[in-house]
T-cell receptor, first 114, second 109 residues
């Protein structure tokens, strides 16, 4: 399978704990995006990378959130001191290195904060 | 007001019906995307368009840039078309997608 993969698929954690999610994009895609989706809503943009450079961050990405893409391949999204409001589906997408390209989505990581 | 509005929010149809899903946006865009999301979260891109009309199988997508409006049509609907259909736009000067809330379609046999 050469699509976008995300791990873990599900994560249950207690409030106050730190969690880290991983996204592996399609191998020849230089752009990588993180989105968050809560129940009954469309996804919301969090941040995006071109290669290893983080080019845009949403105001939704508070100081408890950090994303990296150290070698321009896989990316990690870390949430520190999780809150119940962080419970959501975290989606990763990737696209080729051309502007306004079709984005291919991973299956998502569903986070539940108790 | 959301930048991307979809209507209706829910739709139930009988197998074989012609279905139209509407999307309106309020910002300048470089492209509009139609996406399909099945239960469990997986999102699949159906169309990306910046003008005119595109067709793929039983799906047709149109966009009117002047009116800031797009429609997704499903001909001869089938129960396997049951999913959430999401409209999203790439704003001018930004590659991030801004999404509508989605429309839940249920096609009954």
């Amino acid at each position: 399978d050469t699509g976008v993969s995300q791990n873990p698929r599900h994560k249950i954690t207690k409030r106050g704990q730190n969690v880290t999610f991983r996204c592996d994009p399609i191998s020849e895609h230089n752009r990588l995006y993180w989105y968050r989706q809560t129940l009954g809503q469309g996804p919301e943009f969090l941040t995006y990378f071109q290669n290893e450079a983080q080019l845009e961050k949403s105001r939704l990405l508070s100081d408890r959130f950090s994303a990296e893409r150290p070698k321009g391949s896989f990316s990690t999204l870390e949430i520190q001191r999780t809150e119940q409001g962080d419970s959501a589906m975290y989606l990763c997408a990737s696209s080729r290195d051309r502007a306004y390209n079709e984005q291919f989505f991973g299956p998502g990581t569903r986070l539940t904060v108790l | 007001k959301n930048e991307v509005e979809q209507s209706p929010q829910n739709l139930t149809a009988q197998e074989g019906e012609f279905i139209t899903i509407n999307c309106s946006y309020s910002v300048g865009i470089s492209a509009l995307h139609w996406l399909q999301q099945h239960p469990g979260g997986g999102i699949v891109s159906l169309f990306m368009l910046s003008s005119g009309k595109k067709k793929h199988g039983r799906l047709i997508a149109t966009i009117n840039i002047q009116e800031k409006h797009s429609s997704l049509h499903i001909t001869a609907s089938h129960p396997r078309d049951s999913a959430v259909y999401i409209c999203a736009v790439s704003g001018a000067g930004s590659e991030k997608l801004v999404f509508g809330k989605g429309m839940k379609l249920t096609v009954n046999p």
